[in-house]
């Protein structure tokens, strides 16, 4: 048997039913009309937000990345319970207004914008971290053009990463990002073209389960924020800290220790330089909101056992979890937490291997797990499903099209 990763916090078994915001999954998925559906749990990304809250210093604001998941439903929960929205392109600008987001609560990084998703969200009023120099002329033109006076805010590339994280996305060479000694220039630019000015953008890197990394990075981009403030000459009004809070996916994994987190902020909050002293900070946080309050539900279609080996075929797969099926971004396949949510709590009888319906090997779910004997018409749960799930999946991959997504 191989070990699985462990099972978040907030499921509990219901007459040997897995129970999400304490409804069993076998209601959920009638009342969805099947599977393959993917269950985010609305208790949970709030009691998330409220632990959030309490542990970290009150003058940080709280973002979310709505990469991690855009579900329309969901999107309106967080307006109720984040200071704000980090975007990624134009397609998720939409989406955030059609869930009647105020655009002035937006941010929108990433390479490669468009011109046409430029000026979407300059006229929107949402504020652009400019990726290039490039981009920061394209911007101004278009802002120009339109008569209005664009919200700019550079993303910094910072010299520095993230260490322990799963994705660097600072130090070194990249695509994101305007290199920090390039940084100061450009801001004095932005500002003498009559732009309103809206600070930096220093994202180090994600999913880092280490609070001491954490804490490191976040007082190096204190350190860059001020240095660059110094060197430019122009007030810094805000801050993004980037966030990179990550959490347990694969056995062995332990939470991130969010109390040495906030504490430690809290100290470099009280003992900022004195050119941040006027400056507003938040935090972007994508996985760390909302991946443990999604499961990805799926039923069993077929059991099968091959060379002494049983599978247990589902109609789910990785066109809807490709992160659980090892595809995205990580170098080794490990085992996702999963169970079969109607054996739910029952130990483990034999080992299983949990495949998808797609013809392909690397559709798996789970490899050669501990289950609890399990047979057709059984649902299998995938946990951690509520980050980079149905959006970060190739649903059209054979033709299978999207899961079904409710919020609980
Ligand atoms: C992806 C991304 C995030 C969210 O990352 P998580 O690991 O989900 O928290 C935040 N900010 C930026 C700039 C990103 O690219």
């Not at 990763?5 to 969805?32: C, N, Q, S």
Request: proline share 6%; hydrophobic share 45%; net charge negative.
């Amino acid at each position: 048997m191989k070990p699985l990763g462990p099972i978040p916090e907030g499921y509990a078994a219901i007459e040997g039913v897995l129970a999400v915001d304490g409804r069993k999954v076998t209601e959920l998925v009638e009342e969805a009309g099947g599977t393959p559906l993917f269950v985010y749990a609305g208790g949970l990304v709030r009691r998330r937000i409220a632990s959030l809250r309490a542990a970290l210093p009150e003058c940080v604001a709280l973002h979310y990345a709505v990469k991690a998941n855009p579900f329309s439903p969901l999107l309106t929960l967080m307006d109720g319970l984040v200071d704000g929205f980090d975007i990624a392109s134009g397609g998720e600008l939409a989406i955030v207004r059609d869930a009647g987001i105020d655009p002035g609560r937006v941010s929108f990084a990433g390479p490669g914008k468009r011109d046409s998703e430029l000026e979407a969200a300059i006229a929107a009023g949402v504020t652009l971290n400019l990726e290039s120099e490039n981009e920061a002329s394209r911007a101004l033109a278009i802002a120009d053009g339109l008569g209005v006076a664009p919200r700019l805010a550079i993303r910094v590339n910072p010299d520095f990463d993230l260490k322990g994280s799963g994705m660097k996305m600072g130090g070194g060479a990249k695509p994101f990002g305007i290199d920090a000694e390039r940084v100061p220039a450009l801001a004095r630019r932005l500002v003498e073209a009559g732009a309103e000015w809206r600070g930096f953008h220093i994202f180090a890197g994600s999913q880092a389960l280490d609070a001491d990394a954490i804490a490191e990075t976040q007082a190096q981009t204190l350190a860059l924020a001020a240095r660059l403030t110094r060197e430019s000459g122009v007030p810094l009004p805000r801050c993004n800290l980037g966030g990179g809070f990550g959490i347990p996916y694969f056995p062995g994994d332990t939470p991130l220790d969010l109390g040495m987190v906030g504490a430690r902020l809290g100290e470099a909050m009280d003992a900022l330089p004195p050119e941040l002293a006027e400056t507003a900070f938040c935090v972007e946080l994508g996985r760390y909101l909302v991946g443990e309050a999604g499961v990805y539900l799926a039923r069993i279609v077929d059991r099968k056992v091959s060379h002494g080996e049983v599978f247990l075929v589902t109609d789910g797969g990785l066109h809807h979890q490709l992160a659980a099926s090892g595809n995205f971004g990580t170098v080794v396949r490990r085992n996702y937490p999963s169970a079969i949510a109607t054996r739910f709590g029952a130990g483990p009888e034999e080992a299983a291997t949990i495949v998808g319906c797609l013809c392909t090997p690397l559709d798996r779910l789970a490899d050669k797990g501990g289950f609890p004997q399990a047979d057709v018409g059984d649902l299998v749960a995938v946990f951690c499903a509520g980050a980079y799930g149905a959006s970060a999946s190739p649903a059209a991959f054979l033709g299978q099209g999207p899961a079904r997504e409710m919020l609980v």
